[in-house]
């Protein structure tokens, strides 16, 4: 009987066929910027950037939409990178003197980052004492000289190592100790001293064979590696942080740690120099900070920029982070909100020009990168096209829009673009050009929208693979806060010296934590959106054209519904201003709702067609008639015994608890994504058995294990009244004949209300419908009896399809629902999926999720399944997150388990908790603060990135034999399968547009024709786009970790989990 | 015989080992003690209170309400004691007619849904008669061995039936090693054990499962890889029809196989929970009807005052929306008889003016437990 029931269905071939047709998980790219960089580097030949990161990830920038990605394999922070002019090569160094070549490949026309070389130092050889001078223990500098065939390696202990770089082996005998250096040193700047670490190595430009190398203690000698001999020798005496060799090799420029910059000039005379031409404090007279790297370039117009980080006054501004920019008698201290990581001018390095014409300046912090235009006068900043801050202040939730169409893309555009104007003068475009992004167009347009605990909404172009900003919407100007005097006071009291610049867009800081918009719809075909926040407001906002100056009516909604005993000791809710405000041209907002108690809004829905918007919070919600401008209807849901939520300090416990962790995320920055390393099943169980049998047997353990209670959900836990999830659905509630409005909400603890709506039809040839009031009654009540909290709710029509978004059927954007067959709903909850028949609320099918795999459900969507065999076959599935961080996804409304496969580490719960799924099977999650991963779960739906690079260095097939392995690509950052280009089958095509299936005879129009992708089902809806780590994901976290100290087999688990896709 | 037919009233002061019985037929209630210690033989009883109630000639079903409000039948003298012992302070009878009793309502929960239920019964659907097999059927299943037959024998299959959702299961469970064999050798594997049992709730109560069990499955899925959380999860969403296959980590009690018999309890031999356990033989499930189903918790439906939809332009409107709304238990198919949580359901919705509720029972929706619901 038993193993009757619980034997699995066998598998038909055919459906695996459509299966390996429909489904297929590809982490594609990485959106946003790379969590805590470390190390920059650029190629002016190809016009290519590189960016390292803490945790070992290599990631080169080209031009939008040119993008690789390479992880090292251990997560060692990379220390410095060095681009090989010109090859596509890039020489890493990482903290643990690591030396890595990495160098950009074609595949079948494709370009992609590989790992070539590495290169570890031999730490402590015999001969040779960890303490000697002649240690390669610990690399400091690196200078790639004689184009790129040879290294210098500037070491902690003085000496200067030189390497072969096509074999990243060490070049024995030319090794300049500091011993040599000092003969030419004269006796008295010697006096017993060590010369210190090397702390710049320059090459010359014209002259390969000279370098400057420059010690800590001061001491800086050109060195003729021809001769074997110190050309010149500078003795300073003050420790030096940074060297610059100017263009034509005639003047140095050193920074030091009291502050100061000093110019030494190489012509005069043999012997050795003493004092520099020119020694400035720039911002003395007080002791000052250090100046940690400086660049001189010059220009044809006769003077040059000074470009030099830090030097700050230590007692008043050693706090800041900035860059100064000097030319001539203009001054400016770039003043970031974040630390600076390095930076880089856009100059020529072509050896015949006399001048360096700095383009644009390059600074890359800790939060964001900033690039500014040096040639425009002013120095405007230039925006990014990519690496965008997503961060700049903390997301609370996001959703993506797909198919947006043309008209409302172009007024989004135009809104962000008179939002942040674009001064006249300034000509220079985006000066990081390199590679050509070979991916075609996209095929349809999709909006990402991100709230932000600022209050701001921002708009981002999601359809490829750069994510680009568009607009950002504030909410803020609504409400008074008490933070505005503070602000304009500070402002006044800022002197004018030094002359500070306030750059960049990363600010942590938030006005007022009640401004944080917790949900967000958007109706694309109206340009109607709401926005709902913290401190349960609700906004309805519409997309204007022009600036207007307009009043916002506002109300407020009593969700409590008189429940007695109840007094909220939450936050107070946010005093709107009154009277008519300015609003610039963009979403401008027209209603405000109130939500009282004032607690987070958990969930909103909008139907532009019936101007409804509802809302939920952890006491219940509400529907609100935006044209009439009244409430239809509340409904509190809180349970009699609900004491937490009735006594209310909950919320406030909770909002500050969230803003205490947000606040510690955004500062310490502990929390990132753990890179996964590939390391062999094996070992791990071996790791797990060794630990094992270290631990005593169970019986004899003093400590008390972990345990689980086994009881049953019961009804009076708390937070049971919150409202999960709202929908809007035309369908059969009241009988078979007869469908209508209706509206759904799902709670905490599994209550599903249906509300028959009454919407007075619109009158004939206008959208606004006749000024009669919308009601509201309650149809249907479901008490699902496992009490999970509802995820989701969606209406199937009679097809088994998803209806529509509302005016996608009578605009003819999509397919019009059947109506005649019977209506199902399909209710999602954290344990199950189940699908009942409409209007007899009966069960129809349904999937225990939880009772099977022992995982809970956390995101649930829709989404419509292209074929990459077949042109116009698509399938509507649902996709679904799990608490465990697996993705599965299942037939409906057969629901049927398709596949599964894992997406995010289970210890991930704030990426886990910010998953965003597509309509057409991609899906987004914070893996760190400030990056979306893109993931995609349809075959042929894949946005990755298809770029190629113009690289010229003779590649002879040998040195593949040199190569440690083919395709890192396995253990991208973040475990990311990263820039997955070429599976085996593309055959040698060049076009990406081509199938990626070889053994599919597919026409390539299939690629090239998406909007059937579009048109075929558009009816898939995203049901739930929540950003919210709620308490639930805290406690699994928790649990987890502590769990997984104990017990390495979750290790071993996931392991095999990574490296097999079950498809069941 | 040890009867003594004084006065309540009188006996309560200076007879403490008496037991007051109020016992009640119909509406009359009629009012005797008993002695605690010797409660004396069923049939006298039995002929006591038909005594009493004037009913000699009628042939009556004799039932008692429990500690926890359950009506349970006393019809030999093992349960006759059993609920003189048990009554605290005050031993209630309720005596039925036995065409009337025939629907087998005694069971869990039963006494209070009698309560307000009795008016239906008349309408309600016309039960199968059950097998009468011996004793068993007048209790209810607490938890049962299964799949002996199937199963290595030093492993166990228990069920563990849970009543209405007050009843807590009762048992914690942690992480901890198993020793596997292995190609190799001896292998330590990770495993779910129970770690400790809820004084007084159901897992103890059985005595089929015992701390340091190793968990093998729950509900026909192998723990083995998931972890402890998952395994929570998994037995809290089966809670309503859990059925974990463990190793004993007492293996003395092993059902012996071929014998059909259960070896009983574990370990665990508290008798004092044992008062509604029957640890029973597998040929118990036999009787019941197929029930794997019914885990399939019925989803509490509550349709609201709905009519159809006035149609505009439509001169003959539609019929008028009957009064009130309906609730029902939903999921279809037999053995689907808890109410327990739609009672709950619909008097926390009692408050809502909205809902006035009137519910008649779609036929066949109820089972098991006798008559439905009316409010």
């Keep these: 009987m038993m193993k009757f029931r619980f034997r699995r269905q066998g598998a038909d071939p055919q459906r695996e066929k459509l299966k390996q047709e429909l489904f297929a998980f590809n982490k594609t790219v990485e959106h946003g910027f790379p969590n805590q960089p470390s190390a920059l580097a650029f190629d002016s030949e190809l016009r290519i950037m590189a960016i390292g990161t803490r945790s070992g990830a290599v990631k080169i920038y080209g031009a939008p939409g040119v993008e690789f990605t390479g992880l090292h394999r251990d997560t060692a922070t990379v220390t410095q990178m060095h681009f090989l002019p010109g090859q596509g090569r890039l020489l890493t160094l990482l903290d643990d003197s690591s030396l890595h070549l990495w160098e950009i490949v074609h595949h079948h026309g494709c370009a992609h980052l590989e790992e070539a070389l590495s290169f570890q130092p031999p730490s402590r050889p015999g001969f040779d004492s960890a303490s000697g001078p002649l240690s390669l223990a610990r690399v400091t500098v690196v200078l790639l000289v004689a184009a790129g065939d040879m290294a210098a390696l500037g070491t902690e202990g003085g000496s200067v190592f030189f390497l072969d770089v096509p074999t990243l082996t060490l070049l024995e005998g030319q090794t300049l100790a500091p011993d040599e250096v000092l003969r030419s040193v004269p006796d008295d700047y010697r006096c017993g001293k060590a010369l210190g670490p090397v702390e710049s190595l320059q090459g010359h430009l014209q002259d390969p064979t000279r370098i400057l190398i420059g010690y800590s203690r001061g001491l800086l000698v050109i060195w003729n590696q021809a001769a074997q001999c110190a050309d010149r020798v500078f003795l300073g005496n003050q420790q030096l942080e940074s060297l610059c060799w100017e263009r034509s090799g005639r003047t140095l420029v050193s920074s030091h740690s009291d502050g100061s910059y000093a110019v030494w000039s190489v012509d005069a005379g043999d012997s050795p120099m003493t004092q520099p031409t020119v020694t400035t404090t720039p911002y003395g007279p007080f002791p000052c900070k250090a100046i940690n790297k400086i660049l001189w370039r010059n220009c044809e117009s006769g003077d040059h920029f000074i470009i030099f980080s ?194 960049g867009c990363f600010d942590p800081y938030s006005d007022d934590p009640r401004l944080g918009v917790q949900k967000v719809a958007l109706c694309k075909y109206t340009a109607q959106m709401v926005v709902a926040g913290t401190a349960g407001q609700v906004l309805v906002l519409e997309l204007s054209d022009v600036p207007s100056e307009q009043a916002v009516s506002v109300a407020s909604v009593d969700l409590l519904q008189d429940r007695e005993g109840f007094t909220w000791k939450g936050h107070e809710r946010l005093s709107p201003r009154t009277g008519p405000l300015p609003w610039p041209a963009g979403f401008q907002p027209r209603v405000l709702v109130q939500c009282l108690p004032p607690a987070a809004v958990t969930a909103v829905t909008l139907h532009a067609e019936w101007s409804l918007v509802a809302f939920g919070t952890s006491h219940g919600f509400g529907l609100f008639d935006y044209q009439r401008r009244s409430p239809v209807l509340a409904r509190c849901t809180l349970h009699p015994n609900d004491s937490l939520a009735m006594e209310g300090p909950l919320s406030r416990v909770k909002s500050l ?61 708390s937070l049971s009244g919150v409202v999960r999830c709202l929908y809007f659905a035309d369908t059969f509630l009241r009988d078979a004949a007869h469908h209508g409005p209706t509206m759904w909400a799902g709670t905490n603890s599994g209550s599903v209300f249906a509300y028959a709506l009454e919407v007075p039809a ?219 280009l070429a599976p085996q089958s593309r055959n040698g095509s060049p076009d990406p547009g081509h199938s990626r299936r070889a053994d599919t005879p597919e026409p390539p129009e299939a690629m090239l024709s998406p909007m059937s992708v579009d048109s075929a089902t558009s009816a898939d809806t995203t049901l739930d786009t929540t950003g919210d780590v709620t308490v639930e994901d805290v ?22 989990r990574a490296c097999s896709i079950l498809i069941k | ?208 499962l015992a701390v340091d069990d190793e968990v093998l499955e729950v509900n026909g899925i192998e723990v083995a890889g998931k972890t402890l959380d998952q395994v929570t999860d998994m037995m809290i969403a089966n809670s309503h029809n859990l059925i974990v296959t463990v190793k004993p980590a007492n293996q003395r009690n092993n059902v012996v196989r071929g014998s059909r018999v259960a070896g009983g309890s574990g370990r665990s031999s508290d008798s004092g929970a044992s008062r509604h356990s029957l640890p029973a033989a597998p040929a118990l499930l036999r009787l019941q009807p197929d029930d794997v189903d019914s885990d399939d918790e019925p989803d509490v439906v509550l349709e609201g005052v709905l009519g159809p939809r006035p149609v505009p332009r439509l001169p003959p409107p539609p019929p008028p929306p009957p009064p009130g709304s309906q609730a029902r238990v939903n999921g279809a198919g037999p053995g689907l008889g808890r109410e327990g949580p739609a009672h709950r359901l619909l008097s926390s919705l009692r408050a809502d003016p909205r809902h006035s509720l009137a519910l008649p029972l779609p036929p066949g929706a109820v089972e098991e437990h006798g008559p439905a619901v009316t409010l």
């Design chain 1, 657 to 717: 608890k969230k803003s205490l962790r947000q606040s510690f995320r955004r500062i310490r920055k502990s929390r990132v994504s753990g890179k996964k390393r590939a390391t062999s099943a094996t070992s791990k169980l071996q790791e797990a058995n060794a630990q094992l049998a270290e631990q005593a047997c169970p019986h004899d353990v003093e400590m008390t294990p972990v345990q689980r209670r086994i009881e049953p959900r019961s009804a009076d836990d």
């Design chain 1, 762 to 980: 619109a009158a004939a040839g206008s959208e606004k419908r006749a000024e009669r009031a919308v009601e509201a009654v309650l149809g249907k009540e479901v008490q699902l009896m496992h009490r999970a909290p509802v995820v989701a709710i969606a209406v199937l029509d009679g097809r088994g399809r998803p209806l529509p978004e509302p005016y996608e059927a009578s605009r003819d954007l999509a397919q019009a629902p059947d109506m005649q067959g019977g209506h199902a709903v399909l209710i999602a909850s954290e344990e199950q999926f189940k699908v009942f028949t409409l209007p007899k609320v009966s069960a129809k099918t349904k999937f225990k999720l939880t009772a099977h795999e022992g995982c809970r459900v956390r995101k649930v969507a829709l989404a419509t399944f292209a074929s990459v065999a077949c042109e116009d076959y698509a399938e509507t599935c649902l996709a679904c997150l799990t608490n465990l961080g697996d993705v599965h996804v299942f037939s409906v409304p057969g629901l049927r388990p398709q596949v599964h496969y894992a997406c995010i580490r289970k210890e991930d719960i704030s990426g886990i908790a910010s998953c965003v799924f597509t309509r057409h099977g991609q899906g987004f999650y914070l893996i760190s603060p400030s990056e979306f991963e893109r993931f995609s779960l349809s075959a042929r739906n894949i946005t990755e990135p298809l770029c190629s690079l113009d690289i010229s260095w003779p590649q002879d097939t040998t040195r593949a034999s040199y190569r440690l392995r083919e395709s890192p690509k396995l253990s991208q950052a973040n475990g990311t399968p990263g820039i997955v």
């Design chain 1, 310 to 503: 830090g030097g700050m006054p230590r007692a008043s501004y050693g706090d800041r982070h900035c860059v100064s920019v000097l030319r001539a008698e203009t001054l400016v201290t770039l003043d970031f909100t974040s630390c600076i990581i390095d930076f880089f001018t856009v100059h020529s390095t072509r050896p015949e020009d006399e001048f360096d014409e700095p383009q644009a300046l390059a600074v890359l912090l800790e939060e964001e990168l900033v690039v500014l235009d040096l040639q425009t006068p002013g120095w405007p900043a230039v925006p990014a096209p990519y690496l965008a801050p997503l961060h700049s202040s903390a997301i609370t939730c996001s959703a993506h829009v797909a198919n947006v169409p043309a008209k409302l893309w172009a007024r989004i555009v135009s809104a962000g673009e008179q939002q942040s104007p674009q001064p006249a003068s300034s000509t220079l475009s985006w000066p990081i050009t390199g590679g050509r992004n070979l991916a075609q167009e996209p095929s349809q347009r999709g909006l990402l929208l991100t709230g932000h605990e600022d209050g701001t909404v921002r708009f981002w172009d999601a359809s490829g693979v750069a994510l680009r900003p568009l607009y950002k919407l504030s909410t803020a100007g609504l409400f008074q806060t008490d933070c505005e005097h503070a602000d304009s006071l500070a402002q006044a009291t800022e002197d004018d010296w030094p002359p500070f610049r306030k750059v």
């Design chain 2, 1 to 208: 015989m040890n009867r003594s037919f004084h006065k309540s009233q009188i006996l309560r002061f200076y007879d403490c080992s008496a037991v007051e019985v109020k016992s009640k037929f119909g509406a009359e209630f009629r009012r005797f003690s008993l002695d605690r210690h010797k409660p004396g033989k069923f049939e006298d009883f039995y002929k006591l209170v038909v005594h009493t109630h004037h009913i000699a000639n009628t042939d009556v079903t004799i039932g008692y309400a429990d500690v926890h409000g359950d009506l349970l039948p006393i019809n030999n003298d093992d349960n006759f004691c059993k609920a003189v012992s048990s009554a605290n302070p005050l031993l209630r009878v309720f005596i039925q007619k036995r065409e009337e009793a025939e629907h087998g309502s005694f069971g869990a929960g039963s006494l209070s849904r009698r309560r307000k239920a009795l008016a239906l019964r008349e309408d309600g659907p016309r039960r199968r008669t059950h097998l009468h097999i011996g004793l068993p059927h007048d209790f209810r299943p607490v938890s049962s061995i299964i799949d002996v037959d199937i199963l290595p024998e030093t492993h166990r299959r228990v069920r563990l039936y849970r009543h209405g959702c007050q009843k807590p299961l009762g048992f914690y469970i942690r992480d901890g090693t198993s020793v596997r064999v292995a190609p190799q050798g001896l292998e330590k594997v990770p495993g779910i054990f129970i770690s400790r049992m809820v004084p007084g709730g159901l897992a103890e109560s059985t005595g089929l």
């Design chain 1, 1035 to 1056: 406690k699994d976290f928790l649990g987890s970790s502590e769990e997984s100290e104990k017990n390495l087999r979750n290790l071993a688990e996931d392991e095999a």
